[in-house]
Nanobody, 126 residues
Framework: EVQLVESGGGLVQAGGSLRLSCATSGFTFDDYAIGWFRQAPGKEREGVSCISSSDGSTYYSDSVKGRFTISSDNAKNTVYLQMNSLKPEDTAVYYC???????????????????WGQGTQVTVSS
C-alpha cells in the first residue's frame, strides 16, 4: 500500500523559511516521481514542484522558482521541499503526491498522480 505522510508545515512570517517532508512507503522509490502541490481556499490545486528520484530531474512552477528547492533522500524514501523567502500568497495546504515516473506526463497536473498524502498547512503572515 502506497503511503505518503507530509510534515513540517506551520505559521511563519513573510520572508521566513520552512522545510516540508514527505515520507513515503509501499513502492519502489527510484521508480516514482514525487510532486508537491498546494491548494489555497477557493483555488485549484497547483503543481509546485516535482522530482524524479531515479535521475534527480526536477520541475518548479514559475511562482516558486528560485525560492523553493526540492530534494530527495533515497535511503530514507523521503522527499523534501525547502521553502525560502516565503510570501503570504504561498499560504495553502501542501500535499505530496506520487506516481510511477513513466506515467507522469505533466508534473503540474494533479490528475497525473495517483497517490496523495493528507496535506500540511502552511500559513505565511504579512
Amino acid at each position: 500500500e502506497v503511503q505518503l505522510v507530509e510534515s513540517g508545515g506551520g505559521l511563519v512570517q513573510a520572508g521566513g523559511s520552512l522545510r516540508l517532508s514527505c515520507a513515503t512507503s509501499g513502492f519502489t522509490f527510484d521508480d516514482y516521481a514525487i510532486g508537491w502541490f498546494r491548494q489555497a481556499p477557493g483555488k485549484e490545486r497547483e503543481g509546485v514542484s516535482c522530482i524524479s528520484s531515479s535521475d534527480g530531474s526536477t520541475y518548479y512552477s514559475d511562482s516558486v522558482k528560485g525560492r523553493f528547492t526540492i530534494s530527495s533522500d533515497n535511503a530514507k524514501n523521503t522527499v523534501y521541499l525547502q521553502m525560502n523567502s516565503l510570501k503570504p500568497e504561498d499560504t495553502a495546504v501542501y500535499y505530496c503526491a506520487a506516481e510511477h515516473r513513466h506515467l507522469v506526463v505533466d508534473p503540474r497536473r494533479a490528475a497525473d498522480f495517483g497517490s496523495w498524502g493528507q496535506g500540511t498547512q502552511v500559513t505565511v503572515s504579512s
